[in-house]
């Protein structure tokens, strides 16, 4: 969510071929299924046909989405509001196969002692990437999330994380829970059944109470909302 700008080159050039015609919202949406497929994911066919919020606030958010030091009872119970269940919830969190986590978000689990639950093949490489229990803000420290395929959307996840490998609380909590433990293992073994929760499961997200028809508008800029004369 940090390559916000993009939006804005993509909206551009969506405005000059059709202005006022494509929300924001559905190049968000368009930009993850083309993220998804430009590493090496399934292309999900998603819809189109929303619109852009009047208004929009970071703590609305945070009701809705789990934070990734939240017990699994509450992660699945947020998803499951949506009409997403435990495997797609496990396909979902399949995200963290790519990219990075900021050491802010894990050093609670290095400092003071190291959450024993980690693998200490591991724990070596983490200390190294983050060796302050209070990471410089302006210093970007951050870990791979997969070191294996760092920048491949597959499976390697479910595998590093049975081997406690997983970075975040959720990610550990994901392969020993009994309620999700049980789709991790499957995801391990089967890409195939991985990316079609996954595809299930963010159609489902991207189709989450929508404004359509005359509610809301389409945005000039996506970062401000339409001024109101």
Do not use: W
Not at 4 to 23: N, Q, W
Not at 40 to 46: D, E, K, N, Q, R
Not at 204 to 216: A, F, H, Q, W
């Amino acid at each position: 969510m940090r390559n916000f700008r993009y939006l804005d080159t993509i909206k551009e050039a969506v405005e000059r071929e059709c202005p006022g015609v494509v929300s924001c919202s559905d190049i968000l949406v368009l930009s993850a299924r083309d993220g998804v497929v430009a590493l090496g994911g399934p292309h999900i066919p998603l819809k189109t046909g929303r619109r852009d919020g009047r208004k929009s606030r970071a703590d609305v958010i945070e009701e809705y989405l789990p934070d990734h030091n939240e017990s699994m009872s509450v992660v699945l119970e947020r998803f499951a509001k949506m009409g997403i269940d435990a495997p797609g919830v496990v396909a979902l969190l399949g995200s963290h196969s790519v990219g990075r986590t900021h050491c802010v978000k894990l050093v609670h689990r290095l400092y003071p002692e190291v959450d024993p639950a980690l693998n200490p093949d591991h724990v070596e490489h983490m200390l190294y990437k983050c060796p302050d229990p209070i990471p410089d803000p302006k210093a970007v420290q951050y870990v791979r999330n997969d070191r294996g395929t760092p920048m491949i959307f597959d499976n390697n996840y479910y595998r590093n994380i049975l081997d406690n490998k997983g970075l975040l609380l959720v990610d550990h909590q994901l392969a020993t829970d009994k309620r999700t433990k049980p789709y991790v293992k499957k995801m391990a073994k089967s890409q195939h059944y991985f990316f079609k929760e996954f595809a299930r499961a963010l159609t489902i997200l991207s189709e989450n109470n929508p404004l359509t028809g005359d509610k809301g508008e389409i945005r000039r800029q996506c970062n401000v909302a339409n001024k109101h004369h």
